[in-house]
């Protein structure tokens, strides 16, 4: 369990805080969604969350993140990174710029954590696989597309199987078919155990995906429920948030006789099978 | 924005592009867009999209095939003369923006093509209006948020008021309200008569703002048409070979065997239509 308590951040160099007394529980194996308007402080938890801010980035928190029973403020570095995972909306941020080929950029993650080579080429393999990175496993990590890169960033964190993950944007570059691989790898990472946080503006991806769906607007928790709840209220398109489609077409079907449940099939569905 | 000129053809025709490392981007694309035409280009990661799109403004060069801008093969135009013709807003903000303030990144260009006093004021305060940046045309771009860098992207392109305007992923990265805004450009755009040409994952967006659709798979393009014969339920197939699927207005559509309902008030009124 990763958990956040009354949590206010200020960065290193600004007057103000920018997150304001948030509480925030991630379960082992939930997924828990992270919505708001653009700079609503989404960033900012997830860095806060994850403890890079303050332990990397400085800056300073009041209030506590307790990960497991411990708490954070007393872990070095790198206890921390084997707790905790993430995956940022830049993938370029993410890449080590130091591995020569996608295989090795992937195995990088469980390399560092001191695993056996059996079982990091082991970690590796899985995790190219189920992101369908087998045709780019040679390629120089430097010279990919945007979404190729971020698909690699992910396998590179699925191949750490770490307890906790938070993801800024894991799929802003991807196209459908793989932002739907994203969302089957994070299922079954959860199906593991693991506890993830994903921030996203895609709430079509986090309909189908998140047990939960946090809000945000100006550093604050504003909601926090059960996905389906947060996801249909109205409310969240004056907050800026794009309701998942499934949601909208509901609304707009409801009067004219069609089911909401056949529109939630429909979504949930691929086309055509 | 209403000085500017109308929208102008352009055309590729059996486009080949080899990157060097022998990539084949593109493996013979023909494509011909009329003046005003709106069009969303989709594909998965990896398709041609971008590199399509960069050979309009001669960003990119053919390896073999034409690019035609306004009927004249763009072969012999410098990347400078095309500028002034083509406008193109990159994926990735940070590609583009240099300037220290955003009125100062927004000027470039247009002061680049000439512009000068109140005709380059006037391009740039409509882009910062249209944009919704007018409150930070003092600011610095790298203090804005990744969406407002985005939208200052797109800023800096409409200002330079060129008849033909492509926009690479305009929606990525942007909330509700910035997918709107980006709406409304390209609704204001097409009303204005120019032509715009956009790469989107996004086939909501693809389907409710644009005119045409065209589909890329492996340097090629697969399907060409309206929403409406994009969409439809007999080329899902095809959609689905590039890993695509149809907006879920569609999909409800289908279902309820109401024909092809690509856009949502399409759907509505197919549905209220059968009731």
């Known amino acids: ?273 | 924005m209403t000085e500017a000129p109308t929208g102008t053809s352009v055309a590729v025709e059996g486009l080949v592009h080899v990157y060097p490392g022998g990539t084949r981007a593109l493996d013979g694309v023909d494509l011909a867009i009329a003046p005003g035409e709106g069009v969303a280009i989709v594909g998965q990661n990896g398709s041609g999209k971008s590199t399509l799109v960069r050979h309009l403004n001669g960003l990119l060069r053919p390896t073999s095939g034409r690019v035609l801008v306004a009927g004249t093969d763009a072969a012999g135009r410098r990347v400078a003369h095309l500028a002034a013709t083509v406008g193109l807003a990159f994926q990735d903000p940070d590609r583009q923006i240099f300037a220290r303030t955003v009125r100062a990144e927004v000027s470039f260009g247009p002061r680049n093509l000439g512009r000068r006093g109140t005709k380059l004021e006037r391009a740039v305060d409509a882009a910062l209006d249209a944009t919704g940046l007018v409150a930070d045309a003092e600011a610095n771009p790298y203090d804005l948020g990744y969406s407002r860098r985005k939208l200052l992207a797109l800023a800096s392109v409409l200002a330079m008021e060129t008849p033909v305007i492509v926009l690479d992923e305009p929606t990525t990265g942007q909330d509700a309200r910035g997918v709107a805004r980006v709406e409304q450009i390209v609704a204001s755009l097409a009303a204005a008569g120019r032509t715009v040409i956009a790469i989107s994952h996004d086939m909501r967006f693809a389907a409710e703002s644009f005119g045409r659709i065209v589909v890329m798979r492996d340097g090629r393009i697969v399907a060409d048409g309206s929403p409406a014969e994009v969409f439809a339920e007999p080329a899902w197939p095809t959609l689905a070979s590039t890993f695509l699927e149809p907006p879920l207005a569609a999909r409800i559509g289908a279902r309820l065997l109401l024909g092809s309902t690509p856009t949502e008030a399409s759907l509505v009124t197919a549905v209220t239509g059968s009731v």
């Not at chain 1, 900012?44 to 990397?56: D, E, F, M, Q, R």
């Not at chain 1, 080579?117 to 189920?130: D, N």
């Not at chain 1, 990175?133 to 770490?162: C, K």
């Not at chain 1, 109205?234 to 707009?252: C, D, Q, T, W, Y």
């Open chain 1, 1 to 273: 369990m990763l958990e956040l308590r009354g949590a206010s951040y200020r960065y290193a160099g600004y007057a103000k805080e920018v997150l304001h007394d948030v509480d925030l529980r991630l379960d082992d194996g939930e997924i828990v969604g992270l919505v708001g308007p653009n700079e609503a402080g989404k960033s900012t938890l997830c860095l806060v969350a994850s403890g890079l801010a303050p332990a990397s980035i400085g800056g300073t928190l009041r209030g506590t993140l307790t990960i497991d029973g411990v708490e954070a403020a007393g872990l070095a570095t790198h206890e921390l990174a084997e707790r905790v995972v993430v995956g940022f909306q830049n993938p370029n941020t993410q890449r080590s710029g130091i591995a020569a080929t996608v295989f090795e950029e992937v195995a990088l993650g469980p390399m560092n954590l001191g695993l056996p080579v059996e079982e990091t080429v082991e970690r590796t393999r899985e995790a190219i696989a189920r992101l369908k990175l087998e045709p780019i496993v040679r390629r120089d990590p430097q010279r990919l597309s945007g979404g190729q890169s971020q698909l690699v960033g992910i396998a590179a964190l699925l191949a750490m199987r770490p307890r906790h993950v938070i993801l800024d944007e894991p799929t802003a570059q991807l196209d459908p078919a793989g932002t739907r691989l994203v969302g089957e790898a994070l299922r079954a990472l959860a199906g593991m155990g693991t506890s993830l946080l994903v921030a996203e503006h895609k709430t079509d991806l986090l309909d189908g995906l998140c047990t939960r769906v946090v809000a945000i607007d100006g550093g604050r928790i504003v909601r926090d429920g059960p996905a389906r709840e947060i996801l249909d209220d109205p409310a969240l398109a004056e907050l800026g948030v794009e309701p998942p489609a499934r949601a909208r077409l509901s609304r707009a079907l409801a009067g004219l006789g069609v089911d909401a449940e056949l529109v939630a099939a429909t979504a949930a569905t691929e086309a055509g099978s």
